[in-house]
């Protein structure tokens, strides 16, 4: 069976990154960032010191993360000690278009600008259809073993429409939230077929490929203010050559992430740390 990432699970996100894991291979911080900020946002009993309210988590992205916020949440629970309020929308093929749209409430579509508002952490991941993208990564997004030509085309400029989406996404969230600092995540896309890519002989173009792909999303990110967290090299290594799969990370189709990837997706963004962030300038 043909399946492509972006037609039936939109591949992660998410832009570059430091390995990270679960289990022994997990990422340490470099550094543990200060949580006084998320600690002092939650409504906590004075006397007990029990979370009476908690943390709200908006996480939006396609089917690469179904199954992942509720383990990132414990995580953050863990670390924090605060309840974890989840609010989980990751949704199959959800793009970056289709993000924007129901941030800004858009007639027809669910309105997250509320929970966009009362969140204090948000991850956002939105997959590049719709966006205007010239990129032809469509010839990679794929777990067949086929054959094929490799993609051309996947420049700067071919990306520019999707990142241009993704920076309306960021400038969205901080005109709803009217500046107040938030722990705001991009996670990058991972490589879930590179076996396949291996078979088909589009190995090499097809990584130069979605290195530009996760290039926009970092580009988009520092401009927008989100700290950058690196899935891609958590499943795929610093070179972009290891196959996941190898780890178990991988589920039986090839392309979606087994329990053990959704663990590892967590233990990432919670390696990103709980540092809030504010508007950058300008």
């Known amino acids: 069976m043909k399946t492509t990432w972006l037609k039936s699970i939109a591949v992660f996100a998410v832009v570059g990154f430091g390995a990270a894991a679960c289990g022994d291979s997990a990422v340490e911080p470099e ?5 006084e900020p998320l600690v002092e ?6 006397d007990s010191g029990a979370s009476l309210y908690g943390l709200d988590l908006f996480y939006a992205q ?7 916020a509720d383990r990132y949440a414990e995580l953050v629970e863990r670390e924090l000690g605060i309840d974890v309020v989840v609010h989980d929308n ?3 093929n959800l793009s970056a278009a289709e993000i924007l749209a129901r941030i800004r409430g858009e007639e027809g579509r669910s309105d997250w600008s509320d929970l966009i508002q009362a969140a204090e952490i948000i991850v956002i991941y939105g997959n590049p259809l719709g966006s205007g993208y010239t990129s032809d990564i469509v010839t990679c997004v794929s777990g067949s073993t086929s054959e094929r030509e490799p993609p051309v085309r996947y420049s700067e400029a071919d990306w520019q429409p999707y990142q241009d989406v993704l920076e309306q996404i960021y400038e969205e969230i901080w005109a709803i939230r009217e500046g ?3 722990v705001l995540l991009a996670p990058t896309a991972l490589n879930p077929a590179i076996s396949a890519w291996r078979a088909a002989g589009i190995e090499a173009e097809c990584t130069v490929a979605l290195e530009a792909w996760n290039a926009s999303i970092a580009r988009a990110a520092e401009t927008g203010g989100a700290t ?3 899935v891609y090299e958590a499943f795929n290594g ?5 196959d996941p799969r190898e780890e178990g990370w991988i589920g039986p189709d ?3 992430l087994s329990d053990a990837g959704k663990a590892a997706v967590a233990e990432t963004l919670a390696a990103a740390g709980f540092e809030p962030v504010t508007p950058p300038p300008g």
Not at 62 to 68: K, L, P, R, Y
């Open 31 to 35: 550094a543990q960032p200060s949580v």
């Open 62 to 68: 396609d089917s690469h993360g179904f199954g992942v």
């Open 228 to 230: 950058v967290v690196p």
């Open 180 to 182: 107040d600092p938030v």
């Open 238 to 242: 610093p070179a972009h050559d290891e």
């Open 41 to 46: 946002a939650a409504v906590v009993d004075q």
């Open 254 to 256: 090839g392309l979606h």
């Open 90 to 92: 990751a949704i199959g």
